[in-house]
């Protein structure tokens, strides 16, 4: 009864992006091969890839210290989840003229990836 999911995952908090931007990226790769995923990523031309596919290569690289018997490599994981949530929004101020001041908004996110082994998702 008790089957042992094999899944790792990875997580990257206060990244200095805005999550809508980091977003457009992680939809590219998600449910991918792990492998094909960072192939992907290293040709993708947005500044946001080379930080996502960090990430993809932690949660893998967790994957295979936490079932180092399993001997798993990137071609046998998928990347089971891959979503981006906001993070805390610092808040500075721009000058204007006759006194005033606007309000700049700079955005975070975090980064949160799940790796599963390939066999594992098509049993369920």
Known sequence: MSEEIF???????????????????????????????????????????PLVAKVVKSAAANARDKYQDERLENGDLVIKEIFVNEGATLKRIQPRAMGRANQIRKRTCHINVVVAKQEELINQ
């Open 7 to 49: 899944e790792a995952k990875a997580t990257q908090k206060h990244l200095r992006k805005s999550a809508r931007k980091v977003r457009l990226v992680a939809d590219m790769v998600r449910g991918k091969n792990v492998a094909k995923a960072i192939k992907t990523l290293e040709f993708v031309n947005k500044s946001t890839a």
